[in-house]
């Protein structure tokens, strides 16, 4: 495919490169183009290696979530995790430790007497822990989700199909005050 430069391209090269003579200024086109297309390659090939990567994470989730699946075994199946995926870059060891010193709430399933001890637990792992702390809102939502079981969790559901059939991301406090207008005992002190 050919193309050709404008009046106006051709006279701001120029500008640009004052007393250089035509040869003087297509081999700069040249070069620069060359340096043009190696960079486009090397991002091309950096693009290549990203995608592959997601793709054996895809991989690794998929197998995830299949072995999280229970079977019938009594939920007693173990998850044996797949060798990680080495980073292009090396990363830096973490400065404290890892493992959170919070304990993970308990499940709730819809007893007034014990729900505002449970959220409460549920906000201090959401606001301290930092692997939580650092999920996006869906994310923390999700989390929230999984601490609930039987009618507490089915009443979560449709809160968040209200907020996803209004296009609005699920938020965690307004995902609390939903649980408050059923669960929190406003007699209680």
Same mark, same amino acid.
């Given at each position: 495919?050919?193309?050709? !430069?404008?009046?106006?391209?051709? /006279?701001? &090269?120029? $500008? ?8 003087? &200024? ?5 070069? +620069?183009?060359?340096? +043009? ?5 090397? !991002? ?9 990567? !997601? ?24 998850? +044996?995790? /797949? @060798?990680? &995926? ?7 060891? @973490?400065? $404290? ?5 919070? @304990?993970?709430? /308990?499940?709730?399933?819809?007893? #007034? ?5 449970? #959220? ?31 009618? $507490? ?14 296009? #609005? ?12 207008? #059923? ?7």
């Amino acid at each position: 495919m050919e193309r050709h !430069l404008t009046p106006e391209q051709v /006279s701001a &090269i120029r $500008a640009q490169h004052p007393g250089a003579n035509d040869t003087e &200024i297509m081999t700069r086109l040249l070069t +620069t183009l060359g340096n +043009t297309q190696t960079q486009n390659s090397e !991002l091309q090939q950096q693009l290549n290696r990203q995608a592959q990567q !997601l793709q054996a994470m895809d991989a690794r989730l998929a197998g995830y979530s299949e072995q999280n699946r229970v079977g019938g075994s009594g939920g007693t199946d173990t998850i +044996t995790p /797949s @060798p990680p &995926i080495a980073p292009d870059m090396p990363q830096s060891p @973490p400065i $404290a430790s890892t493992k959170s010193i919070i @304990p993970k709430p /308990s499940e709730f399933g819809g007893d #007034r007497k014990e729900y505002m001890v449970w #959220r409460r637990k549920v906000e201090n792992k959401m606001k301290y822990d930092r692997d939580v702390a650092r999920m996006g809102d869906g994310e923390r939502v999700a989390y929230l989700q999984f601490f609930l079981v039987g009618e $507490a969790a089915k009443y979560m559901e449709h809160f968040v199909a209200r907020e996803e059939a209004q296009m #609005r991301t699920p938020q965690v406090p307004d995902a609390l005050l939903y649980l408050d207008k #059923r669960y929190k005992d406003l007699h209680a002190a």
